[in-house]
Structures are given as structure tokens and as C-alpha cells.
């Protein structure tokens, strides 16, 4: 990287540090610090909201997953503006009658204190990780590309967030993530303009998208009913629905954010502000990654992204092998690039079937290139999916893009991350300190409290973040472990909501065992994990709603004794 470089992203990431420190200077309350003295504007949540859900993650393997299998994992958001709506009218009106801190203390107001402590633990242990993982996800990925210390990048970002959240609190953390939108959507756009203009000759967004077609990435719904594929207009309809509901409704990372609002009103636009933008946000980052897809159509891509499986197979018995694929790789490269230029003037669907079998032979290459990774090292990461949109900023931008680009995803993964802590401190010392260990503290007691514990889980996400693994792509690992936990947590809530009949005894009992059988099908099955989220949901009310028949049926034979 150049000076310049260095400059745009170490000036911006203390430009942030800065702002939230100073703007949260003056406030030494108890109120200030959880919920930000209730000041947020909508646009204020909205833009909180989106930055809370848009981590560094996002901005990596969202391209990468568009890059690889097109535009369909959009689907994954279809049932989020729904949620949205059922949000505004449910959620929002009785958190804010309740004047809670925390989404669980309206469970102990509905149930008991072990309901709430509960979900209030289902949360810290499912948030707990991803906060690891947001800070893991960015700094793997960078200090492959760019050669520096991973776990000296993963102290950097999250000693970064743990100084201006520790300071200043959710006040801190809504200021700082509409700057931060303001860099990630400004560096995304800057990213799409300058892929489309280094495209050969004369071709435009409409040639691109018509070859992006040819291969099979344009599509962006899939209409069939296939419980183990993960993107369908049906997943993402109710199983989205259900993960949404669970993550804006239940999970305190994101309730956090409107429970800042100045009003009902303020809380409720910022959610639909979200609805409505959410989606297209993340239709262009896939189209991002598409665009990266052909724009290495036309110039040479690795065969291997990870620099770091590539120094494996590189320096093993597999050199020469490896250096083989290469070279075919490259043959094939020039000769569709030809063909491809002559499809877009010709139209010809033979020239295009032909592109499609050349096409099919680089990834056979790749998949050969993996093979061969993984006899050179069994434990070696072989999926690089998250590794593309990074190898494109730093091997084809201009100079002090690359710095800005980088400050995007450093800026996403600082907002989630700041996001998570200080839900995970309020969470912790509402739910858990106030209610169970120490109650009848001073407001400047729980103050401290709280900057403690925003320390404490910081520490803890650094530590999770350098013992971290990549797995087969961060978002979904993200998503996946959301999926595990969401379903029970939006039973319960939805049963406290919806269904008087259920009482305490009944939805904790039934929230254990419907836990107990989304991990065991986890580990055993094959299920697409957003059907995780209607499951775990359906168990918690359908065993509730038996536990509490029967416990109805046993009260007049108790009476009669």
C-alpha cells in the first residue's frame, strides 16, 4: 500500500474514534450511556440499524458470494421488510410503554425471571460468538492479503471500538454509524464506477450484465421448493421472515438502536427506512461481485484467491502439478476473453455455449487447484469465496481508493462490532447484574458496571478473534449461528406476544427442548439453516401449547385433593 494510502485509512479510523468520543464527552448517565438519552432521530436508527446488520463481513463475502453463485442469496432478505412491518405494530409501541433498557425484561413482566434470564442468556452466548467472528472475519482476511500479524489486526480493530464504546455508549455508537454508512456506501460506489469503467472498449453496464447472464448470475429468484437449498423465494419469505423477526425484534444489538429513538414515531420510520433500502443495499453489493466477475472475464484471476493456499500447494510435492493448472488456467482465460468480446457483438449462442464449456473447464481447474491444497495441507482452507472482493481493491484500484476501500471494511466491521458490545454490556448488566447479583445499586454504580462489562466483552471478542477458523464463507457462518438460537428466542417472545394461554413453566420447558433439537439437526442433518429459525420457533409454541393442556388438565385434580 502506499503513503497515501495509509493515510486515507489510519486518518479515517481515528477520525471515528475521535467523533464518538467527543460526542458522548458529556454524558454521565446511566440513561445516556444504554439508551443514549433518547435522542436518535429515524434517519439516525435507520442508518444505526443498517450499520449494525452491515459488518466487515458483508462487504467481503457478499461479493464474493455474488462473484460465485450471482445474485440469488438476495432472497435471504425477502421476508425483512414484512418483519419490518410487524415490528412497527407489535414490538416498538410495547417496548416503549414498558420504558425497558433491554427486550428480556418484558419477558419476566409476561412470564418469570428464569424465562428472561434465559433468553437473556440465549442472547450473550449466540451474540457473544458473532462479535468474535465480526472481528475475526476482516482481520483474517486482511492480514492474508496484505501480510500483516493477525491477531495484532484483530487487537487493532477491536481495541478501536472497545475506546469509543466504553466512552461513551449507545450515544457513541449511534453517532459514529452514520459516518461510518457514509464511508462504506461512498467506497462501495466508488468500487462499482471504477469496475464498470475498466471494462475493454466500448462495454457498458448492459454488456456486462447480458455476459453476467450467459453465466448463469443474473438470477435472482428461485421459485423451488427444496428444503436443503439455502436460497429460495420461499426460504427467504418465511424463513427470513422468522430470522428477521427474531434479529430486529428480540436481539438487543439491534433493539438497542430504537429504543434510542426520541418517540414511537422516530423508532418506527428508522425500521421502515430500513425496509425499504435494505434490500437494493445488498442487490448492489451481489452486483458488485458480479461486476468483479466480469471484470476478471476479460483480465487474468488467480487460480487460487487465498494467497495463502496458494503459498502452500506452492512450496509442497504439489508445485509443479499446481504450476500445470496454472498454465491451462491461462490458456482458457485468453481464449473465452477473445470469445467473449465476440459474443457481445454478435449475439451468437454458439460462440455463448462455447464461453459456457470454457467456463465449466476453469472450474473443474479450480476445483482440481483446491484437491491439491488440500493434499498439500488436509487442514488448509480450500473455499475462497471471501478472499475475491479484497484481492480485486488491492490488485486493481487506484491509489488512495485501496485506502478508502479498506477503511470500509475496517468502518463495518467497527460499527457491528461496537453494536454487539454494547448490547452484550446492557444485556449483561440489565438482565443479568442488576436482576441477579447486585440490585439496589446507584445509577453511577451501574454506570461503571456497565463500561466494565462493555470492556470485559471486548476482551472477550479479541480473545474469540485470534483463536478464530474460516470456514466456508463468514456471512453465512454469521447467519448460521444466528439461526441456531432466533427461532427459540422469537418463540418465546412470539408466545408472550400472541398466545395469553402460555404461562412460565410451560414456554421455559418448551424453550429448552426446542433448543436441544435445532442443535441436534444441525449436527446430524442437512437442513438449509434458515428453516432453523421456523423450527425452533414452532417447537417453543407447539410444546408450550401441549405442556400448558395438560398443566391446565392436572389443576382441578390438585384442587380436588
Not at 414515531?265 to 461481485?289: D, E, V, W
Not at 475462497?384 to 472482493?389: E, T
Not at 448460521?480 to 418465546?492: E, R, V
Request: charge should be neutral; include cysteine; glycine fraction near 8%.
Amino acid at each position: 500500500m502506499s503513503v497515501i494510502d495509509w493515510l486515507i485509512l489510519s486518518g479515517t479510523l481515528l477520525l471515528i474514534v475521535g467523533i464518538g468520543v467527543w460526542k458522548s464527552r458529556k454524558d454521565k448517565e446511566l440513561d445516556g450511556f444504554l439508551r443514549g438519552g433518547n435522542e436518535a432521530s429515524w434517519w439516525t436508527i435507520g442508518l444505526g440499524v443498517m450499520a449494525t446488520q452491515a459488518s466487515a463481513i458483508t462487504f467481503l463475502s457478499t461479493p464474493g458470494q455474488g462473484f460465485a453463485d450471482g445474485m440469488e442469496f438476495v432472497q435471504f432478505y425477502f421476508g425483512l421488510p414484512i418483519a419490518m412491518i410487524i415490528l412497527c405494530i407489535t414490538f416498538i409501541p410495547l417496548y416503549y410503554k414498558l420504558k425497558v433498557y433491554t427486550a428480556y425484561e418484558f419477558l419476566e413482566k409476561r412470564f418469570d425471571v428464569k424465562t428472561r434470564t434465559l433468553t437473556s442468556f440465549l442472547f450473550l452466548v449466540q451474540r457473544g460468538l458473532a462479535a468474535g467472528i465480526t472481528i475475526y472475519a476482516p482481520a483474517i482476511i486482511l492480514s492474508t492479503i496484505m501480510g500483516w500479524n493477525l491477531k495484532l489486526t484483530c487487537m487493532v480493530i477491536g481495541v478501536l471500538v472497545i475506546i469509543y464504546t466504553v466512552s461513551g455508549g449507545t450515544k457513541a455508537v449511534n453517532v459514529t454509524q452514520k459516518y461510518q454508512m457514509v464511508i462504506i456506501m461512498t467506497g462501495m460506489f466508488l468500487a462499482f464506477y471504477i469496475l464498470l469503467d475498466s471494462l475493454p472498449g466500448e462495454l457498458g453496464f448492459r454488456d456486462a450484465w447480458e455476459l453476467a447472464s450467459l453465466h448463469g448470475k443474473t438470477q435472482s429468484i428461485d421459485f423451488s421448493i427444496d428444503w436443503n437449498n439455502r436460497y429460495t423465494f420461499w426460504s427467504g419469505i418465511t424463513g427470513g421472515l422468522f430470522l428477521a423477526l427474531s434479529y430486529f425484534g428480540t436481539d438487543q444489538s439491534q433493539v438497542q438502536r430504537y429504543l434510542s429513538g426520541q418517540s414511537i414515531r422516530q423508532s418506527q420510520i428508522g425500521l421502515m427506512f430500513n425496509a425499504i433500502f435494505k434490500i437494493p443495499m445488498q442487490y448492489f453489493i451481489l452486483m458488485t461481485g458480479v461486476m468483479v466477475f466480469i471484470f476478471y472475464q476479460f483480465n487474468l484471476s488467480p487460480l487460487f484467491f487465498n494467497p495463502a493456499g496458494e503459498e502452500i500447494v506452492k512450496t509442497s510435492d504439489y508445485a509443479n502439478q499446481y504450476s500445470n493448472l496454472e498454465r491451462e488456467y491461462e490458456e482458457i482465460h485468453l481464449e473465452k476473453a477473445q470469445l467473449s468480446q465476440e459474443y457481445l457483438k454478435s449475439g451468437d449462442e454458439n460462440i455463448g455455449t462455447e464461453i459456457q464449456s470454457l467456463s465449466q473447464q476453469q472450474l473443474q481447474l479450480r476445483e482440481e487447484a483446491k484437491s491439491l491444497i488440500s493434499q498439500a495441507d488436509p487442514v488448509a482452507e480450500t473455499n475462497d469465496k471471501d478472499y475475491v472482493f479484497i484481492h480485486y481493491i488491492i490488485n486493481n484500484l487506484p491509489i488512495g481508493i485501496i485506502g478508502l476501500l479498506l477503511a470500509v471494511i475496517f468502518s463495518a466491521a467497527m460499527s457491528s462490532t461496537a453494536a454487539e458490545l454494547n448490547a452484550l454490556a446492557t444485556t449483561s448488566v440489565i438482565d443479568i447484574y442488576k436482576r441477579l447479583l447486585k440490585q439496589n445499586q446507584s445509577p453511577s454504580h451501574y454506570l461503571k458496571a456497565s463500561k466494565l462489562w462493555t470492556l470485559f466483552w471486548g476482551l472477550v471478542a479479541i480473545l474469540f478473534a485470534t483463536f478464530g477458523t474460516l470456514v466456508e464463507n463468514l456471512i453465512q457462518l454469521v447467519n448460521i449461528i444466528g439461526s441456531i438460537f432466533y427461532g427459540t428466542i422469537l418463540g418465546i417472545f412470539l408466545a408472550a406476544f400472541y398466545i395469553k394461554w402460555i404461562k412460565a413453566n410451560a414456554v421455559f420447558v418448551s424453550a429448552l427442548i426446542a433448543e436441544s433439537i435445532v442443535i441436534y439437526l444441525y449436527f446430524t442433518t442437512d437442513i438449509g439453516f434458515l428453516w432453523f429459525n421456523i423450527i425452533g420457533c414452532g417447537l417453543v409454541i407447539s410444546f408450550a401449547l401441549i405442556y400448558q393442556f395438560f398443566e391446565n388438565l392436572g389443576k382441578p385434580v390438585i384442587q380436588n385433593q
